[in-house]
């Protein structure tokens, strides 16, 4: 099921992600499988995934951003990213959106990425 969420004066509307489907978990695995190129780390992990939505006809939708708009692959990220979901069993249908609001930061990588460059 896709959510929607009522926006933060000033902020972007960035609805949240669709836990609940079936195929959630397995859609987190495969971003797991996304290196940002820059930063030996996936790209779930740096925080860069902001939003998972599935439709109840499996179709997946992906809001992210990247660590810098200026980032070398933005263009072939998105690309990655639907490349990994894609031929996932159920999947109908993959779209991948760049957002840059809100803006990337180190505090939105998780734990274990934190552990992995060093930062714990």
């Not at 978990?25 to 779930?44: G, L, M």
Request: charged letters at 20%; glycine letters at 6%; one cysteine or more.
């Amino acid at each position: 099921m896709t959510q929607t969420a009522e926006p933060l004066e000033g902020a972007p509307l960035i609805a949240p992600s669709s836990t609940d489907h079936p195929l959630y978990d397995a859609v987190v695995e495969a971003c797991r499988t996304v290196y940002d190129p820059e930063i030996p780390v996936n790209i779930y992990d740096l925080g860069l995934i902001y939003t998972i939505n599935i439709s109840p006809e499996n179709e997946v939708h992906i809001t992210m951003s990247l660590t810098a708009p200026g980032c070398p692959v933005a263009g072939e990220m998105p690309g990655w990213v639907a490349e990994a979901i894609e031929p996932m069993d159920g999947v109908k249908h993959v779209e991948v959106d760049l957002c840059w609001e809100p803006p990337w930061g180190m505090e939105m990588m998780s734990d274990e990425a934190r552990l992995e460059l060093g930062f714990m």
